[in-house]
């Protein structure tokens, strides 16, 4: 199994960037698609990106694509998030989550099942 914790959140201003990291331990990390997802007050979590077990595939929210990209390093067993051009409306504790299954694309949420803490971004107008 793969055990993820979050970091690299914070406070920017509208406009900015900002790179999360999620850490994953655990000797399979390879075997493992990826995925981040993000809960705003009073709302639902929701999908933000996700990655394919040998980082060839890459999905991502409508909301997002073009200013948010997941890579992966499997050598450091760690996944990344890039936020560019943040919004308001992108505040939010963001979460990693590892696929349940190995080498399995996950098509719902529920197809994940190792989640780490969160990492609170927040961006201001």
């Known amino acids: 199994q793969v055990q993820p914790v979050e970091s690299g959140g914070g406070l920017v201003q509208a406009g900015g960037s900002l790179r999360l990291s999620c850490a994953a331990s655990?000797?399979?990390?390879?075997?493992?698609?990826m995925g981040w997802f993000r809960q705003a007050p009073g709302k639902e979590r929701e999908f933000v990106a996700a990655i394919s077990w040998g980082g060839g595939s890459t999905a991502y929210a409508d909301s997002v694509k073009g200013r948010f990209t997941i890579s992966r390093d499997n050598g450091k067993n760690t996944v990344y998030l890039q936020l560019n051009s943040l919004k308001p409306e992108d505040t939010a504790v963001y979460y990693c989550a590892a696929s349940e299954v190995p080498r399995y694309w996950p098509g719902q949420e529920a197809d994940f099942g190792s989640w780490g803490q969160g990492t609170q971004v927040t961006v201001s107008s």
């Open positions: 655990g000797r399979t990390f390879s075997r493992y698609a």
